[in-house]
Nanobody, 127 residues
Framework: QVQLVESGGGLVQAGGSLRLSCVAS????????MGWFRQGPGKEREFVAA????????YYADSMKGRFTISRDNAKNTVYLQMNSLKHEDTAVYYC????????????????????WGQGTQVTVSS
């Protein structure tokens, strides 16, 4: 059974930092790009960041550039999202996802490109 399990969410003050982790089990995703998405209250799901299978390249939504950093450790089957300078509008449930096609990341900002999803972790930023 393939599972993606996120952790690291919580309550933080504006300007603070959190580090999210996503551990995969049931198979390796070392050949797949990985992504983070989020869904705020009353909002649609939106792309946050994605990273290639090797970790050599990363992509971010404009509002996250310079504040968020995605990374991965394939030996641990884990993807991370370091979030700094958090803002109230970053409040959301954060999901990690595995890109469906191996060695591809063409449509990294589209949820339909990912076929495995975690259950999400809540991040709440108080203003």
């Amino acid at each position: 059974q393939v599972q993606l399990v996120e952790s690291g969410g919580g309550l933080v003050q504006a300007g603070g930092s959190l580090r999210l982790s996503c551990v995969a089990s049931g198979r390796t995703f070392s050949r797949n790009a990985m992504g983070w998405f989020r869904q705020g209250p009353g909002k649609e799901r939106e792309f946050v960041a994605a990273i290639t299978w090797s970790g050599g390249s990363a992509y971010y939504a404009d509002s996250m550039k310079g504040r968020f950093t995605i990374s991965r450790d394939n030996a641990k089957n884990t993807v991370y999202l370091q979030m700094n300078s958090l803002k109230h509008e970053d409040t959301a449930v954060y999901y990690c996802a595995a890109y469906s096609a191996a060695y591809s990341i063409s449509y990294y900002n589209t949820g339909a490109s990912y076929d495995y999803w975690g259950q999400g972790t809540q991040v709440t930023v108080s203003s």
